[in-house]
């Protein structure tokens, strides 16, 4: 069973330009979340969506970001434009469910993002 | 404003002696919490949680405590191995956040052979 697979692993973009971070859920799962680790601190929340649902972006900056889970394929999730401060790691994580039942989110390896 | 502390940015401890790392949370709507810990390069792994209906629940070396009037919790890891050396993450959810987790900003704990 493979889990939360997100590729790249590493990104390196010049400001300025686009960066495009995919996360393939466990299969079967529908639901998939996206957070953001920035140096020094803990994972933030930014996005939920089921497929070709957007369920939750309170946590997505207004501008530059968006996420799509289409019917087939992958999540994505692109940063336009991108600047130094949106240098950090995209982590991804997928459930079965929005409920929180008894299984916790299962989190990918994520994706560094670094730019120059 | 930072929902959930974890005061205690790194921990060193002896092989074998017991690892507590804590956990301060300031919303009183949070009723789900979890443990993560995480190695460099690699994504959070979950370790334990715990419901907001018990006080501890305890897997294997590690043990988690929960205090709801003092908003605290803390993961007992006993005893300590090297292997447990990482970056250990405090999260917390409400229920009408189901699956979105606020995080603490971690603590680094270092297992000394």
């Known amino acids: 069973n493979a889990g939360v697979m997100q590729n790249p692993r590493h990104l390196v973009r010049r400001r300025g330009q686009e960066a495009r971070l995919r996360c393939s859920p466990v299969?079967?799962?529908?639901?998939v979340y996206w957070y953001r680790q920035l140096p020094e601190e803990g994972l933030k929340f930014m996005v939920y969506?089921?497929?070709?649902?957007?369920?939750?972006e309170s946590g997505m900056p207004k501008e530059r970001f968006s996420a799509e889970f289409p019917k087939e394929g992958p999540s994505i999730l692109r940063i336009q434009q991108v600047v130094r401060g949106d240098s950090a790691a995209y982590f991804c994580?997928?459930?079965?469910?929005?409920?929180?039942?008894?299984?916790?989110?299962?989190f990918g390896n994520g994706t560094r993002l670094t730019v120059t | 404003d930072q929902q959930v502390k974890q005061n205690s940015p790194s921990l060193s401890v002896q092989e074998g002696r017991i690892s507590i790392l804590n956990c301060d949370y300031t919303?009183?709507?949070?009723?789900?919490f979890l443990w993560y810990k995480k190695y460099p390069a690699e994504g959070p792994t979950f370790l334990i949680s715990?419901?907001?209906?018990?006080d501890k629940n305890e897997d294997g070396r590690f043990t988690v405590f929960l205090n709801k009037s003092a908003k605290h919790l803390s993961l007992h890891i006993v005893p300590s191995q090297p292997g447990d050396s990482a970056v250990y993450f405090c999260?917390?959810?409400?229920?009408?956040?189901?699956?979105?987790?606020?995080f603490g900003s971690g603590t680094q704990l270092t297992v000394l052979p």
């Open positions: 994580a997928s459930s079965p469910s929005g409920d929180r039942g008894n299984s916790p989110l299962h």
């Open positions: 299969k079967g799962h529908s639901h």
């Open positions: 969506l089921q497929k070709e649902n957007i369920i939750d």
């Open positions: 919303n009183s709507m949070f009723d789900y």
């Open positions: 715990i419901s907001s209906i018990k």
């Open positions: 999260a917390a959810s409400g229920l009408g956040s189901a699956r979105q987790l606020t």
